[in-house]
């Protein structure tokens, strides 16, 4: 079946050159049930009984509001993807008409495109769109369900790289006054991206009649705040500083996992030595550089230090930033030649193969080589780390013009949940926020993460939007890309003052 985007497309410019009242059948006067043939896609129809490719959204809505009422007509959950075979609605001239005139196609407004239940619905907007993520997030939408069982749940994702898409979305959503009823946030300083004063609920009484206060670490409770209030319940805790390396190569060496710069470079020459690629990473999407330079700011600075970097209490010229590039730099005359094509799971496929040494990634990658059956691989923290624990976490928020403001509430009660945070985490492939989860649920890496979540330091990825603005990110990244290519430190570390300074943080 042919995407959809690309058939909407390509019918728009058909009907550019070709008279709509060639292409369109005569209007349905009443409504009428439809079979889904093959090659049918919903636009394709919207034109057929409209003359609009755009109408498909009528349809969808249309039958999904006729499958609350009948379970024999489709319930279609994304307009790409319709079966052959399944009933559709197709209603009437007046009514697609009618549909579309109070329809905003720029926003989305999903809850118009399906049926509401008993006591209304849910739309939770979210970027996890296939595998671990999408299963993860149906765990608790199931345990949601079992809660509260009159509430239609409609899952809003949008498919796009960490999110990129979905937040360009949202935001026309928020200021247009049609948000959903809950989204996904990444905790921290990310919450700055959506005027949270202007556009968000603070949920501080959830933390109170939750506990969630008692159950999650003290460090990540000051992450979450921002201007004395919270704004989203995180449902999992990612780990930025994981070094991964191929143990049957270590194992051949005589080699153990680095714990410092210097054992880094004694390792890196061992195995560059065993005619083994020391060092493997990828740039090609423009963000892993800058990931694994924020593992070597804090294995250079240390806990406290790498979080004054993002408060202004330390210096970006301050002379542990300088060696913080030098064994940035050391690391990078050890690394893969073909990296600038490379996307992170690309470069990962160097250790899968034997051909690659060490790499530094998130723990999604434990994830990535279980699905790629691959096992033979071990963990451990990058130099200088050990004790620290660089964290992301995906939270959900509440905004302020929320439809179904009760619901959304609920919904949040329930990521924060024991029951909700155990439903999600060990399919997502991270580890619960909450200190409190069985680790028997999880396997033997996030096992490792859970204790150590429960130990270390935490400090904040600024990659995945917890120590800094949109804007300072932007910035940083930009002065690190630089850095991979031309090597030059003095530069290097004067832009990433200059960035604190256009922060705002820095004087």
Known sequence: ?????????????LLTIIPASLVAAAPPAQGEDYTVQADDWLS???????????????????TNQ????????????????????????????????????????????????????????????????????????????EIYKQLYPGVEIVN???????????????????????????????????VETYS?????????????????????????????????????????????????????????????????????????????AAGIQPYVLGTKDGWEASHIFEDVLA??????????????????SDPAVTQALENFKLMMSYANADHPALTWDGAGEYLINGKGGMMIMGDWTDGWFTSKGFTGYGWAPPPGTAGTFVA?????????????MENAMNWLKVVGSKAGQEAFNPKKGSICARTDCDPALFNEYLQSAMVDWSKDAIVPSVVHGAAAKESWLT?????????VASGDVASAQAGLQQACVDAGVCQ
């Open 475 to 483: 910035d940083y990244k930009d002065v690190i890309t630089l850095f």
């Open 66 to 141: 006729a499958n609350a009422e009948d379970p024999s007509y489709a319930k279609i959950a994304n307009p790409d993807t319709i079966e052959v075979g399944a009933k559709l609605r197709i209603p009437t001239n007046e009514e697609a008409v009618a549909f579309m005139a109070d329809f905003n196609p720029s926003q989305v407004d999903v809850g118009k495109l399906f049926a509401k239940g008993e006591s209304g619905q849910l739309v939770v907007g979210s970027w996890w769109t296939a595998g671990g993520e999408a299963d993860g997030l149906n765990g608790m939408f």
């Open 1 to 13: 079946m042919r995407k959809f985007l690309t058939v909407a497309i390509l019918f728009a410019l």
């Open 299 to 316: 294995g250079t600075l240390g806990p406290d230090g790498y979080r004054g970097l993002w408060t202004g209490q330390t210096s970006w």
């Open 44 to 62: 394709k129809l919207a034109d057929k009984f409209y003359g609009d490719v755009n109408a498909y959204w009528a349809i969808m809505s249309a």
């Open 156 to 190: 809003a994702t949008v498919a796009g790289g960490a999110g990129t898409n979905f937040k360009a979305q949202l935001a026309t959503r928020l200021v247009g006054g049609a948000p959903p009823d809950t989204f996904q946030l990444h905790a921290g300083l990310e």
């Open 196 to 272: 949270p004063d202007q556009y968000l609920s603070p949920v501080d009484d959830i933390y109170a009649s939750e506990g969630l206060n008692e159950v999650f670490p003290a460090d990540l409770l000051a992450l979450l705040k921002y201007q004395d209030h919270f704004w989203g319940v995180p449902a999992n805790i990612h780990r930025s500083n994981v070094l991964w390396y191929n143990k049957a190569v270590f194992e051949a060496n005589g080699l153990t996992p680095p714990t410092n710069f210097d054992e880094f470079q004694q390792v890196a020459e061992a195995l560059k």
């Open 392 to 404: 992301l976490s995906d939270s959900f928020a509440l905004p302020k013009d929320a439809p179904d």
